[in-house]
């Protein structure tokens, strides 16, 4: 019996080990009945406890030589909301708080040079010391404990994907906030004359950078209240149906806003494609390089300012 | 917190109604003005064909939270005559000048997830997906 | 909701404050052409600087209204339509062909001014 009774409690030490997290389920932030009143039990022992495991999991943190780029002061800070949370969510189940906060803590601590790793860490540290408070408390009923640790591990494992995630996907935030900023930077709408801007596209467009063009293009026309647009697509590196057609929508998107649109840089080949999708060349303004262009752009400028003398019999 | 609005489209009154609980919608999740936009023209056309084509049906829109990532769900739902030749409706002539029957290549365009179930004897259910950038 | 339409000199300027049912929408077609008509306007500016959303309906009632005034002898102009408005016309596959369009309200007073102008001097 004895026998029977030790390797139980050895088996399920062991399943506590962090290496086996379990994926929570999606979505899922509904505590199931029958650990509720058990749930409670342990919550009010955590929170009762709270001081001393707080300083418990603060130590063990340091030990483990973790969030280094962190101050005592700040670390001790951050762990008492953290615990606070996470006993929280352990009672309500209730996600959504967490997953807001450690989007939160993610933005604080990501610019400060915190790691994957050490957030993983923290959390996983946490989880252990609260485990290792339970197993002190119930180990006189190891069936008591047993099932504790039944409500405890779910609550446990899902709170540490939902910080492990949150502060991934929060990275993966920053980082497309940055790609963004870097694919602004490199295609600036530039304002040569007044009411005459000119964007030069140059690389490779898909469509994600073709849409952003577009959107920048679009407010320029409204902020300098541009009524020329030279596009010029000399140093566009492919030009296929799909980047052919985003260029038929600004166009046709910057007329809505009274602007118009002079393409230039065309090569013959890509004249042929854009007529090979269906686009009626007659419609589009295109001159055959920059400087043809802004010149045109300047003259329907300046045709459309000086008062008009000449026949306006023109057939585009 | 997962919210869900159903709003009932009888008349023209009520697309406007759908497309500004779109926006909404759209707004209170932090959706870039741009993709509010377009989620609301994508209602207004989808409310608009079911008062045109089936004179009753419900818009709803929700959103949803997959992988922590955030979108929209809007389903519109009639059981109108149905679309008897799904293929022909939903093809493309790129260069359309718009407005020409239902719109839902145009419509398609708009989001990212696109999916359309009819049949002439129960109706048309036409479900939408856009995701937070 | 009835629209504004006020006159400033031969030009109808209606500008939209909210909204539109389409109910709406076809109100405003109806009354432009008809004010045109009778007023004798040479040109009209329809200010959707509000508008928050231009779909199919919007899109075929403005071409509609451009065509009847057109016909009545006034040229229609539309103003303010706000880039992300714009963004989803196209997308969508709305052009407004064949309407003419403005930045706003001082864009299209020029513009009329030079449109009719032009008609003035070849008359």
């Known amino acids: 019996m004895d026998d029977l009774k030790t390797k139980r409690k050895d088996e399920r030490i062991r399943s506590v080990s962090p290496s086996r997290l379990v994926p929570p389920p999606d979505n899922e932030s509904t505590v199931p009945e029958s650990t509720v009143p058990l749930l409670r039990e342990l919550v009010a022992h955590l929170r009762k406890n709270r001081t001393q495991l707080r300083e418990e999991w603060a130590r063990r943190i340091t030990e483990a030589k973790l969030l280094t780029a962190m101050t005592r002061e700040e670390i001790f800070a951050e762990a008492t909301s953290v615990y606070d949370n996470y006993v929280e969510v352990l009672e309500t189940g209730a996600v959504e708080a967490l997953q807001a906060y450690a989007r939160d803590l993610s933005e604080r601590i990501i610019p400060r040079g915190v790691e994957t790793d050490e957030v993983v860490g923290i959390v996983l540290l946490l989880r252990d010391v609260l485990a290792r408070s339970l197993f002190a408390k119930y180990q006189a009923d190891f069936q008591l404990l047993n099932r504790i640790l039944d409500a405890y591990e779910p609550a446990a494992n899902r709170i540490a994907n939902t910080v492990a995630v949150g502060f991934v996907q929060e990275r993966e935030r920053i980082i497309r906030q940055q790609q963004e900023a870097i694919r602004e930077l490199s295609t600036p709408v530039l304002q040569v004359r007044e009411r005459l801007l000119i964007l030069p596209i140059i690389g490779v467009i898909d469509p994600q950078r073709a849409r952003q063009l577009t959107e920048q293009l679009l407010r320029g026309i409204r902020t300098n209240r541009a009524r020329v647009v030279v596009i010029d697509i000399t140093g566009v590196a492919a030009m296929d149906a799909t980047v052919a057609n985003h260029l038929v929508q600004t166009v046709e998107a910057s007329r809505l806003l009274g602007a118009t649109v002079i393409v230039t840089g065309l090569s013959p080949e890509i004249a042929q494609t854009l007529v090979t999708i269906g686009v009626d060349l007659g419609k589009m303004n295109t001159v055959g390089d920059l400087q043809g262009g802004i010149e045109e752009a300047e003259r329907l400028l300046g045709y459309k300012v000086a008062p008009l003398n000449e026949p306006s019999q023109q057939t585009t | ?133 | 909701m009835q629209v504004p339409i006020l006159k400033q000199g031969q030009y109808l300027i209606a500008s939209i404050q909210a909204a539109l049912s389409d109910q709406d929408l076809v109100q405003l077609r109806d009354a432009l052409a008809e004010k045109v008509g009778r007023l004798r306007a040479r040109g009209v500016i329809v200010d959707v600087t509000v508008l928050d959303v231009m779909d199919s309906f919007a899109s075929r009632t403005l071409r509609d209204l451009a065509h009847m005034t057109r016909l009545r002898g006034a040229e229609t102009v539309i103003v303010g339509i706000q880039p992300e408005v714009a963004f989803s016309m196209v997308q969508l596959g709305l052009t407004l062909e064949g309407v003419d369009t403005a930045l706003d309200l001082e864009e299209g007073l020029d513009y009329l001014d030079k449109k009719t102008k032009r008609s003035t001097s070849r008359g």
Not at chain 2, 115 to 121: E, K, P, Q, R, W
């Open chain 2, 1 to 133: 917190m997962a919210s869900e609005t159903v709003v009932s489209i009888n008349t023209d009154v009520d697309v406007v109604v759908a497309r500004q609980k779109g926006r909404e919608l759209a707004n209170e999740l932090g959706f870039a003005l741009t993709d509010s936009t377009l989620i609301a023209t994508a209602i207004s056309e989808l409310a608009r064909n079911i008062v045109l084509y089936a004179k009753h049906g419900e818009i709803v829109i929700k959103n949803s939270l997959v992988a922590d990532k955030v979108c929209i769900v809007v389903v519109a739902r009639d059981k109108g005559p149905g679309i008897a030749n799904i293929p022909q409706a939903m093809q493309d002539g790129f260069s359309t000048s718009g407005g020409l029957g239902l719109g839902l290549p145009g419509v398609k365009r708009l989001v990212d997830e696109f999916h359309l179930v009819s049949d002439v004897n129960s109706g048309t259910t036409v479900t939408i997906k856009k995701w937070k950038r």
